[in-house]
Nanobody, 123 residues
C-alpha cells in the first residue's frame, strides 16, 4: 500500500520560513518524480513545484519562484518543500504527489497523492 505523508505545516507568521516533508512508503521512492501542490480556501488545487527522481530536474510555478525550493533525500524516502518569507497568500493545504513520469507529476492526475498538511500564515 502506497502512502505519502506530509508534515511540517502549522500556524506561522508572515516572513517566517517553513520546511514541509513528504515521507513515502510502499513504493520504490527513487523511481518516482515528486510534485508539490497547494489548495487555498475556495480555490482550485494548483501546482507548486516538482523534482525528478534523481534531483537533476526541478520546476516551479511562476508564483513561487525564488521563495520555494524543492529537494529530496532518496535514502530517507522523503521529499521536502522549503518556503522562505511566507505570505498570508501562501495559506493553503499543501499536498505532495508521486508519479513515475516527470511531466505527469505536475498535472492534476499523478499516480499517488498525500493527504495534505495545512499551512496558515498570519499577517
Amino acid at each position: 500500500q502506497v502512502q505519502l505523508v506530509e508534515s511540517g505545516g502549522g500556524l506561522v507568521q508572515a516572513g517566517d520560513s517553513l520546511r514541509l516533508s513528504c515521507l513515502a512508503s510502499g513504493l520504490t521512492f527513487s523511481n518516482y518524480a515528486i510534485g508539490w501542490f497547494r489548495q487555498a480556501p475556495g480555490l482550485e488545487r494548483e501546482f507548486v513545484a516538482r523534482i525528478s527522481w534523481s534531483s537533476s530536474n526541478t520546476d516551479y510555478a511562476d508564483s513561487v519562484k525564488g521563495r520555494f525550493t524543492i529537494s529530496r533525500d532518496n535514502a530517507k524516502n522523503t521529499a521536502y518543500l522549503h518556503i522562505l518569507t511566507l505570505k498570508p497568500e501562501d495559506t493553503a493545504v499543501y499536498y505532495c504527489a508521486a508519479d513515475l513520469n516527470f511531466v505527469q507529476v505536475a498535472t492534476q492526475s499523478p499516480r499517488f497523492w498525500g493527504q495534505g498538511t495545512q499551512v496558515t500564515v498570519s499577517s
